[in-house]
């Protein structure tokens, strides 16, 4: 039996699972993880720092205001302005682009930190890059770029198909990264089948989540954001543990 006829079949005959004991076993992992998330936060708030500080040059250099670019093209040839600030914004755009990236590249490793703790493994820093190294790159890649790619063509769907694959899509990285023998189209036929079969109760408690990190962030003057984003992830890889793969 392949791997993915295998969790397919576990995902057909997943039992129902008690909401307040998703939300229950998702606190305790968290409790588990939270350094972990903070860790993982401030490492993407240092790669972001190239970007923050360009786009501070930029605005310091620019203004990018309607009487700074008039003021520019009584100086230089409304081409020579346009130009200019058309290439400014587009080392802007790569440099988001690859922050994007490097920024998924870290989550996948984070979902191979969550396990380690709740197993009581030790932690190591350099798991957040597991997947930069040992000829995995390629491939997580193209994952990342799939994901993208389902996620923009239900967007040219009209709006409406997004709400429905956006639940799917969270179950790509931890499918992806406890299942590294799929290739990229069977993690995608997992992560849907995954994602179809719980998808009310996903959505209900990620929303339940969402909200519940709002409140925090509010209270805590947006200091909250650091030690409690990582708990939207919880959920996840509670249902892919219970369903498909640490049985």
């Known amino acids: 039996m392949s791997s993915l006829t295998h969790i397919l079949r576990r995902i057909s005959e997943?039992?129902?699972?008690?909401?307040?004991?998703?939300?229950?076993?998702?606190?305790?992992v968290f409790k588990k993880v939270w350094l972990q998330g903070f860790i993982l936060q401030l490492i993407t708030i240092a790669l972001s720092l190239p970007l923050v500080i360009y786009n501070f040059s930029v605005m310091s250099e620019s203004g990018f205001d309607a009487n700074s670019y008039e003021i520019l093209k009584k100086i230089f040839s409304e081409d020579v302005v346009d130009q200019h600030l058309g290439s400014q914004l587009f080392i802007y755009y790569i440099l988001s682009i690859v922050l994007g990236i490097v920024s998924s590249f870290l989550s996948f490793g984070f979902f191979r930190?969550?396990?380690?703790?709740?197993?009581?493994?030790?932690?190591?820093?350099?798991?957040?890059?597991y997947f930069f190294r040992n000829g995995r790159f390629t491939k997580t890649l193209l994952m990342i770029l799939a994901n993208v790619g389902v996620a923009v063509l239900a967007l040219l769907m009209c709006v409406l198909p997004i709400f429905y694959v956006m639940i799917p899509l969270m179950f790509i990285t931890p499918?992806?990264?406890y299942n590294p023998e799929l290739s990229?189209?069977?993690?995608?036929?997992?992560?849907?089948?995954l994602g179809h079969k719980k998808w009310g109760i996903t959505f209900a408690i990620t929303l339940l989540n969402i909200i519940t990190l709002y409140i925090l962030i509010i209270l805590s003057c947006g200091i909250g954001a650091l030690f409690f984003s990582c708990f939207l992830q919880m959920p996840i890889y509670i249902l892919c543990k219970k369903i498909i793969l640490f049985k």
């Open 14 to 28: 997943a039992p129902k699972i008690d909401f307040s004991d998703l939300f229950n076993e998702s606190v305790a």
């Open 113 to 129: 930190v969550i396990r380690q703790m709740d197993i009581g493994a030790d932690f190591q820093v350099s798991e957040f890059f």
């Open 175 to 177: 499918i992806f990264v």
């Open 184 to 193: 990229i189209l069977e993690v995608l036929k997992s992560s849907f089948a």
